[in-house]
């Protein structure tokens, strides 16, 4: 028999994923720390607040009565009911407990819809700079991301006037997130209203990402299902829940999709974790609502710390972002290029920071992303040791 060698390259795709570079920056920073540096960590997007103690405690519960097995793909239906009872008592929008799917994250929820509703060779419009893995989720479907440049003038927010004008024959939809990464600009009620009038007329999906619903500063903050009652909603249990490691969220889609969906997630998942649901349950509870309460005050105090001192040092911040945990922050006074200026900061101020490249191609090259995912004493340190390194 003659031997064959084995084709040992990988599939295509996997060449058109660009890198996640938050996460190689997050690599390297660990590598220093393990090296014995110091480094302040304002790179990755997650709480560093551990996951509230309710919540925990919940999840100690359920490990020890031995709820280890599958759910049903769609999640437990009392978490399915928590979920659909938090849109009416914070939004006073009424859902379906049967229009509620959990998920494996916000991500395993943005993988379902784009295998949902996109077929090869269509097109999601979505605002750039935005999400970055958003683009690679339709890839895996055979669809593209059709980026739209949005700026600091209108709280880089996609309008309805952008996006009828990128609409495209093969465009199928539009994935928005509000509040956004890495902006933290937040789309207005009536925004919403009237993205959903452009989106319906051309009969396309309204996918909106509300990850970030309850972490905003003063805005009030609305669920796109206020104004379009068929959007679709990703959310997730990671950031104002502080779950990120739990890897629990979830859609919230018409009826008439979830067939579909529990098709799709049968197959792709199986079940969202066990653990992390029965632990969910818990996070609508007021002893734990209460201190996700008090860790927004905490992301506010930072955010007012970290936005006057960024600009006092130079960097050029046009929008006070009204949600999430980021400033987006351009350093052209200091830079052509932000991604070695990062590498920079991080091997010679052991400050980590993300590359505005990361988030698109639009205006990105000299721009950065702070996450104030820290306490307020290390942002101090993070702004003195920027500013002597900016001096030396
Ligand atoms: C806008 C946005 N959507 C989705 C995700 C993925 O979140 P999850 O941890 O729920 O998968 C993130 C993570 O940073 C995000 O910023």
Not at 44 to 60: R, S, W
Not at 233 to 240: D, L, R
Not at 323 to 346: D, H, P, S, V
Request: hydrophobic share 40%.
């Amino acid at each position: 028999m003659i031997e064959q060698e084995l084709p040992r390259r990988w599939a295509k795709r996997v060449d058109r994923v660009a890198p996640f570079r938050v996460m190689e920056i997050l690599t390297r920073a660990k590598q220093l720390e393990s090296e014995g540096a110091d480094i302040i960590h304002m790179e990755v997007g997650e709480p560093d607040f551990p996951t509230p103690k309710p919540i925990a405690e919940a999840a100690e519960r359920a490990l020890a009565a031995g709820k280890t097995h599958y759910t049903s793909a769609l999640g437990l239906p009392e978490l399915r009911e928590k979920i659909a009872d938090y849109y009416f008592s914070t939004y006073g929008v009424r859902v379906k407990r049967d229009q509620v799917v959990v998920t494996t994250g916000a991500s395993g929820a943005l993988l379902l819809a784009a295998a949902l509703l996109v077929n090869p060779g269509d097109n999601l419009l979505m605002a750039d700079p935005g999400y970055p893995c958003n683009r690679h989720f339709l890839q895996l479907v055979g669809g593209e991301a059709m980026m739209v440049p949005v700026d600091a003038n209108n709280g880089y927010g996609l309008t309805p006037e952008l996006l009828a004008k990128h609409w495209t024959p093969t465009s199928c939809g539009v994935l928005l997130a509000s509040p956004a990464n890495p902006t933290g600009g937040i789309l207005s009620k009536q925004v919403l209203n009237d993205l959903g009038d452009v989106v319906r007329a051309r009969q396309g999906w309204m996918i909106v990402d509300e990850i970030y619903h309850g972490l905003t500063y003063g805005s009030s903050v609305h669920t796109v299902l206020e104004s379009c009652p068929d959007a679709i909603v990703i959310n997730s249990f990671s950031k104002y829940f502080g779950m990120t490691g739990w890897r629990l969220g979830w859609m919230i889609v018409p009826e008439a999709l979830v067939p579909g969906i529990e098709k799709l997630a049968q197959n792709y998942f199986i079940s969202p974790p066990t653990v992390s649901q029965y632990a969910a349950l818990a996070a609508f509870n007021p002893l734990a609502q209460q201190e996700m309460e008090e860790r927004r005050l905490a992301f506010k105090a930072r955010r007012d710390f970290l936005l006057p001192a960024l600009r006092g040092l130079g960097f050029d911040i046009p929008h006070c972002p009204q949600g999430a945990f980021y400033l987006y922050a351009n350093a052209q006074r200091f830079t052509e290029n932000g991604y070695a200026f990062c590498y920079q900061l991080l091997e010679e101020a052991g400050v980590a920071v993300t590359p505005g490249i990361d988030f698109g191609c639009h205006r990105t090259q000299q721009m950065i992303r702070f996450a104030y995912t820290t306490s307020i004493d290390r942002l101090q340190i993070g702004v003195d040791r920027i500013e002597k390194f900016l001096s030396r």
